[in-house]
């Protein structure tokens, strides 16, 4: 009798926990929190998990579901970021969001395509992401316009002559620098290219390239673990030329790096934290004191309570994937992949997100600042739309 009993009641407690479970949805969380790109990678998990504070569920069917993260480390590397993207898949994930880095997510895209889960990128640029994956989606502009706002920035500021470095067989660098070139070119002007291998600590001879080739502006989209070493090898020789970059450059290692040298750092990225609207606004107000209650959230910060772009993006994810949830009306990933291209979020801090008929978001804004090297902060300098190349 008592072994009856005991039975039952075993079953009993194990009613909840599968009643729990039937009302989970989980949402993959695909970055990079090691390698070359776990600085930016922690910075833009930050801005899903604050997101996820102030909406942890989401009702569908009139049922309200917990929505639960999953979080794997792509290591910002490739072919590490198969078996992560293998382990979302595994773990019963419903949508995706990441990675920081598009050679990662290409590198996931297979995986996710061919578990008919839909990814939503945040900051990942490379036009491949999409045009190489039925199953992905972005929240952001992609690398031509990136490429363009940047050559025509340099033009203002008088270059004819660009020195363009990337590391040799890394998507994003290569595929930026590529659009720069062109439109540089484009403009009358002339470019000089080299590429450094993977590992590289020294920048001196590529710096120096770049100084007696004549170049008045050097172009150099890579890691935050390289620019930090660019930055300051730069510095130290005097170079009078600014350093520009792309999105990848707008962070606290960037202006970590810069702060108190004669140095001149501009880069093109999403969103600036003093923009004025009012859903930009709360969202500023909002992490920042979210960022500031929580020690390890303000370190994986860089130790700040400066809001980077990628955050920014972050947080628009997550609320697009809450949305595509809802208007799938269902937590089934095939569901929620057929939802994707018809929907139309106007809630986003970045601007309003829908897609094309390729999965790219209906961006054509870009941001243009500068690293304040008195204040370790980024100065705002200009928009550019695509309207104004």
Known sequence: MKKVIALVLALMLMIPAFAM???????????????????????????????????????????EYTVQLVNVDNQSDSSKAVTAAQELVSAGVSVVLGSYGSGA????????????????????TNPSVTTLCDYYWRICFLDPFQGSVMANFANSLGAKKAYVLTMLGEDYGNGLGHFFTDAFKGLGGEVVAETFPEGTSDFTAYINNAINAG?????????????????DQAASLNVSFPLLAGDTWESSVI??????????????????????????AEFVSGFKAWLNDNADKKTNNGGNDIVAAVSALGFDGYNVALAA????????????????????????????????????????????????????AFDFVKTQTVAGL
């Open 215 to 231: 170049c008045d502006a050097v172009f150099a989209p890579c890691a935050t673990t390289y620019a930090s070493l660019i930055i």
């Open 21 to 63: 479970a039937e009302d989970i949805v989980k949402i993959g969380v695909f970055e990079p929190s090691s390698g070359d790109n776990g600085a930016g990678g922690k910075q833009e998990v930050l801005g899903v998990e604050y997101a996820h504070s102030l909406k942890p569920t989401v009702t569908v069917g009139g049922k």
């Open 255 to 280: 202006l970590d790096a810069a702060k108190g040298k004669n140095i001149e750092v501009y880069v093109s990225t999403f969103f600036d934290e003093n923009d004025d609207g009012a859903a930009a």
């Open 325 to 376: 949830i809802e208007a799938a009306g269902s937590i089934d990933a095939k569901a929620i992949a057929e939802a994707l291209p018809a929907l139309v979020y106007d809630g986003a801090v970045t601007g309003s997100i829908s897609f094309d008929e390729i999965g790219d978001a209906n961006k054509d804004m870009a941001y243009v600042k500068k690293a304040n090297t008195e204040t370790g």
């Open 105 to 124: 997510s290409m590198a996931g895209g297979d995986v996710f395509a061919a578990a008919e889960v839909p990814a939503i990128g945040l900051s990942c």
